[in-house]
């Protein structure tokens, strides 16, 4: 077996294929001991053969591949979205990616619209749950486009599910310490067990037992709203957040808000142990693609933390540098006030990264 770490790439739809390139072409210049293959899973292919996920697809992935980098799904012209929907929630829920890492950084003052934060202020991660509630489709309707029409979904929450989302943030609070160095000290589950008190119920119970495993690290609990304002009012509250799939979605668009914005935010889909997927935390923007004004720096900071993932931390230190120093002098995307295109950001960070 090859030493090099075998990545499949799906670049996807809309600017997924303007940032993916860019992310990969930063990977290669850390000179990092990577093997690289393409996939053109994406709404091209399944509008030209009618394929969303080849016959084996994520089978062949777990076995052949170390992790996978994604772009992004969605296209105008596949209205229902079922190849988006076949293809990434296939992959979380197929390959069972259960956790949904997205950290939260701060690079520079300029980036947050609050007033009177510093980089420093702005450091947490949110774990998300990635392969229950009401992501799940469960439910249906009955009595469809008429007056008694009823529409049930679904919020699926397992013991099994709760349990092993709930001990990987503490794992991850053990495991990584705050860009400055400083450890990792509190754990904050973020729930709604004020009014869904069945769910509630449980992710409150596992919580407090799981938390009692780790008696080194403070637990805190906030109610989804609350947990909204603070993060406004004050983002240094946080350090690490647990939270369910559609709780983790919500807040983490308002979390990438205060570090720049979408272009800025990067996630991992994660099984410990298993072949895992990491993107940006974007979609495909229709409104943008094509224009060579996607910001690149989420789907680069994506692949940093994939290859921290893959161990390989050295080259995934040099990408988070090379993107502080063009966050720093501005050599961006005109969305994070800079003047450059995709390509051309993405070159800044590649030349960078060769010199250092
Ligand atoms: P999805 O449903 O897949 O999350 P969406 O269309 O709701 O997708 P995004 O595609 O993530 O949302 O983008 C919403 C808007 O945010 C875009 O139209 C664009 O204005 C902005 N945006 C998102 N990503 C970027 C980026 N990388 N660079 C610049 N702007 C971006």
């Known amino acids: 077996m090859s030493a090099k770490k075998r990545i499949a790439i799906l670049p996807g739809d809309g600017i997924g294929r303007e940032v993916i390139p860019q992310a990969v072409a930063v990977m290669q210049a850390t000179g990092a001991a990577v093997e ?29 591949f170390d992790a996978i980098l994604v772009g992004a799904f969605g296209d105008p012209r596949v209205k229902t979205n079922i190849h988006a929907k076949e293809i990434l929630l296939g992959m979380r829920f197929k390959m069972d990616l259960y956790a949904n890492v997205r950290p939260v950084r701060l690079m520079d003052a300029s980036l947050c619209p609050l ?19 009401v992501y799940t489709d469960a439910g249906g309707v009955f009595k469809q486009g008429t007056a008694d029409e009823v529409a ?13 989302i709930i001990r990987y943030a503490f794992e991850y609070c053990e495991r990584h310490k705050k860009q400055d160095g400083s450890p990792r000290r509190r754990v904050l589950m973020c729930d709604k067990s ?19 495993e780790y008696p080194q690290f403070t637990t805190e609990h906030l109610y989804v709203d609350a947990l909204c304002m603070q993060m406004v009012r ?34 991992g889909n994660i099984h410990p142990g298993k072949t895992s997927m990491f993107e940006p935390v974007h979609g495909s923007a229709p409104p943008i693609a094509g224009k060579d004004i996607a910001n690149p720096f989420g789907a680069i900071l994506t692949a940093a933390m994939m290859l921290n993932h893959l161990g390989l931390a050295s080259e995934a230190e040099k990408i988070e540098a090379a993107v502080l120093e063009a966050v720093r002098q501005k050599r961006t ?24």
């Open 115 to 133: 007033k009177g934060i510093e980089p420093k202020d702005i450091d947490f991660v949110v774990v998300r749950e990635n392969t229950e509630g």
């Open 234 to 267: 004050d983002p240094r509250a946080f350090d690490v957040i647990v939270t369910n799939n559609m709780f983790g979605d919500i807040i983490t668009d308002l979390a990438a808000g205060m570090q720049g914005g979408l272009g800025m935010a990067a996630s």
């Open 152 to 164: 049930i979904q679904e919020d699926i929450n397992t013991r099994k599910g709760v349990e092993r």
């Open 36 to 64: 690289i293959t393409e996939f053109d899973w994406s709404a091209e292919r399944y509008l030209k053969d009618g394929v969303t996920v080849p016959p084996d697809g994520f089978a062949m992935l777990g076995r052949d």
């Open 194 to 212: 004020n009014a869904m008190t069945h769910a509630g119920g449980l992710w409150q119970r596992v919580f407090k037992e799981v938390g009692q």
């Open 333 to 356: 995307t005109q969305d994070i006030g800079g003047a450059l295109g995709t390509r051309e950001a993405g070159e800044w960070i590649v030349n960078f990264v060769r010199r250092g």
